[in-house]
């Protein structure tokens, strides 16, 4: 240490008391502020600012590139003006204690601007303490910060403010952010929700929605009209889908009704361009498992008549059905499904290409399968009429 600098300059531990005794001599405020930036030692640092009233040099302290932590937190603490804590709350070089500026703003402007600026680190902090849901839906659309306006959506709690961020924005995160906060809503307020005048206008954004990452609830949709509309008129294709998914789980379905779901899910999945996920398989694979799980005979024999109807599937039904009956017999194993269905449904190509041992081996099982007599004949008839 020079000759003459002030004791407080030390980085003795062993002179803190010295140190500290020669801060009692400073009188001027702008030495203290020096002195709470610069001092070597920690406790030091904390005594000067304690003997610091001015805002502005406090400000300066908090601010300060050398200034460290501890002196900062000590320094906002002291500082009640809401301008001087809004201009720190911005400053880079203030953490941590920008977040705590923010902590002691109760000005609902001055927190809209934090929120919306470029600068800073802490403008979810701000976002968290408005309420006001104009200022939110605004940070939601204008803010700089992408976290900051994520957060501002979910602080918001009026459903109509949320309807206008889905129809409003072109922006992709913040359409998903809206939906997913108004579904929150919907799942918070049942009761509530089913009072008020947003089910027409929901649905007219869900018929209309494009953005493939915002995720839509259909649960909120329990009428069958609904469903219907959105089967029939929603752009997105996953919701046309699921919308029949839910008509189809909903109803009791006699075996021409389900086949005719099957074919018609069946249709829809052809009109999906190559190389995009395709969410009608999934409907078709439900719908093959309610076929199977169906233990009906005529049911499977309907849809491998029909081509659109999953006949490659409803004849792995019926070789299935009846193959472990048969499980012993030579052969079993290289009956193929589509060998089933090309008998049903082109026995002259199939006689041309196969050998006919395929088919009589498999009418053969069938024939046993279905002993004369039984409740199950009537089908097995059908099936020989058809083929024959």
């Not at 002291?78 to 000005?107: C, H, M, T």
Request: some cysteine; charged content about 30%; hydrophobic content about 40%.
């Amino acid at each position: 240490m020079a000759l003459f600098e002030p004791g407080w300059k030390t980085n003795k531990p062993e002179n803190l008391e010295a140190a500290l005794d020669s801060l009692n001599g400073v009188k001027d405020p702008k030495k203290l502020r020096d002195a709470a930036m610069t001092a070597l030692l920690p406790e030091v640092r904390l005594a000067a600012v304690e003997k610091i009233s001015d805002e502005q040099l406090l400000r300066e302290i908090v601010v300060g590139k050398e200034t460290n932590f501890d002196a900062r937190k000590a320094a906002i603490q002291k500082i009640n003006d809401e301008a001087i804590l809004a201009e720190i709350a911005v400053q880079r070089s203030a953490y941590p204690a920008d977040g705590e500026a923010i902590a002691k703003l109760e000005n609902p402007q001055l927190l809209k601007e934090i929120a919306m600026s470029e600068t800073g680190w802490e403008q979810s902090k701000a976002v968290y303490k408005i309420t006001d849901q104009a200022i939110l839906k605004e940070i939601a659309e204008k803010g700089e910060k992408g976290d900051a306006r994520k957060t501002a959506i979910r602080c918001m709690t009026d459903p109509d403010m949320l309807l206008d961020l889905m129809e409003g924005s072109s922006e992709r995160f913040i359409i998903s952010e809206a939906f997913k906060r108004f579904d929150e809503l919907l799942r918070d307020r049942p009761d509530e929700a089913e009072t008020e005048n947003w089910h027409e206008r929901y649905l007219n954004i869900v018929l209309n929605e494009r953005q493939k990452d915002a995720k839509v609830n259909l649960d909120y949709f329990q009428g069958s009209d609904e469903l219907d509309r959105i089967y029939h008129r929603a752009i997105r294709e996953d919701l046309r889908a699921e919308a029949f998914s839910r008509i189809i789980a909903r109803k009791v379905f006699y075996p021409h009704s389900l086949k005719e779901a099957c074919k018609q899910a069946f249709i829809n999945s052809l009109g999906i361009e190559d190389g995009v996920e395709n969410p009608w398989l999934k409907v078709l694979e439900n719908l093959e498992t309610r076929i199977l799980n169906s233990h009906d005979p005529s049911l499977l024999l309907e849809c491998v008549e029909d081509s659109m109807a999953g006949c490659k599937f409803a004849a792995r039904c019926i070789r299935e059905l009846f193959g472990d009956r048969f499980q012993d017999e030579v052969g079993i194993d290289w009956v193929q499904d589509e060998a089933v269905a090309a008998y049903i449904n082109n026995i002259q190509s199939y006689l041309f290409l196969q050998n006919y041992y395929d088919m009589d081996y498999c009418l053969r099982l069938l024939s046993e399968a279905v002993p004369e007599g039984s409740y199950e004949n009537k089908w097995y008839k059908r099936f020989l009429r058809r083929v024959q």
